[in-house]
């Protein structure tokens, strides 16, 4: 499946990325190439993650790493959509 990220998830990595690199640049780089490889992986298990807290979603946790992937499965599409990335203390809607 065609995996893709929204808005709001490409902000969530960015922001992550931006929050740990004030304190370890390599970190911050480590821990975004671990999301992606994590999102990559989706495309071809897109049920590997458990259901939601929200109707319709999916979530994978990112091994080894506290940040949650929030997607959704649309078949007829053949497409993986990443909604959200969050840290697995952060409060979410």
Request: charge should be positive.
């Amino acid at each position: 499946m065609r995996v893709r990220y929204r808005r709001r998830a490409k902000l969530d990595v960015e922001n992550l990325y931006r929050y740990i690199g004030e304190r370890d640049q390599h970190a911050a780089t480590s821990v975004a190439a671990r999301i992606r490889f994590a999102v990559s992986r989706l495309g071809a298990w897109p049920y590997m993650g458990h259901v939601g807290s929200a109707a319709k979603t999916y979530e994978w946790i990112v091994a080894g790493l506290p940040f949650v992937i929030v997607y959704e499965v649309d078949e007829v599409a053949n497409e993986i959509a990443i909604i959200a990335v969050f840290h697995c203390a952060q409060d979410r809607p």
